[in-house]
């Protein structure tokens, strides 16, 4: 069966810190994969997402970044953090050699920025 | 824009009773259709997905697909309170990402 992890599951940091959500998918190959954002009361909101090795889509323009290293890593990084970084963040896996077009989420990463 | 949109309620339905929860989607090119249930402070999970016009039912829930309206729906029978949770619905034309409504929020009372 497919499982997909992220970690941490909260995190509280700075201002201007620096941030690393790690995302790993396990049970399938070559899988999409995706990073979104849902702020509080709101709607979710796409962030990343990649088709591939190194192939990462950005869809909104912000101080976060995505990496794709490995084939079921996913990696979501920001050099400074701002207030408005603070969200719940899930990381989603769709495609590959087992689901067609389902997509599943992982359990997510509250980030408190203060 | 590709846009889907969702009564964010909430809607409150009695226990026993069917809830529906509805969505639109505005991209005509559209191809499957997915509802996820959502508890607070929980992360997304899939209830169903439907590609043909119609019904299509799976235990308590059935999904309905009207492709001519762009209209999207989701029935509960016999709800539960433990139902009571946000309802995502989302779009998708091939393999590009989905695209999500805001959700309805559905309180089943005891």
């Known amino acids: 069966s497919q499982t997909i992890h992220q970690w941490p599951a909260t995190l509280v940091q700075p201002v201007g810190s620096p941030l690393s959500l790690e995302c790993t998918v396990e049970g399938t190959s070559n899988p999409n994969l995706y990073w979104y954002r849902q702020a509080a009361g709101r709607g979710l909101q796409l962030l990343f997402y990649s088709v591939g090795i190194g192939q990462i889509s950005s869809e909104v323009p912000q101080n976060l970044s995505a990496s794709r290293p490995q084939d079921r890593q996913f990696i979501l990084s920001s050099k400074k953090l701002l207030l408005s970084d603070s969200g719940f963040y899930l990381c989603?896996?769709?495609?590959?050699?087992?689901?067609?077009?389902?997509?599943?989420f992982g359990p997510g990463t509250r980030l408190t920025v203060l | 824009q590709k846009e889907v949109e969702q009564n964010s309620g909430p809607l409150s339905v009695p226990e026993g009773a069917i809830a529906s929860l509805n969505c639109t989607y505005s991209?005509?090119?559209?191809?499957?259709f997915f509802w996820y249930r959502q508890y607070s402070g929980k992360s997304p999970e899939l209830i169903m997905f439907?590609?043909?016009?119609g019904d299509k039912e799976d235990g308590r829930f059935t999904a309905q697909l009207n492709k001519a309206s762009q209209y999207v729906s989701l029935l509960i029978r016999d709800s539960q309170p433990s139902d009571s949770a946000t309802y995502l619905c989302a779009s998708r034309r091939g393999n590009t990402p989905l695209v999500f409504g805001k959700g309805t929020r559905l309180s089943v009372i005891a």
């Open positions: 439907i590609y043909s016009n």
């Open positions: 989603a896996w769709s495609g590959g050699t087992v689901s067609y077009n389902e997509q599943f």
């Open positions: 991209d005509r090119g559209s191809q499957s």
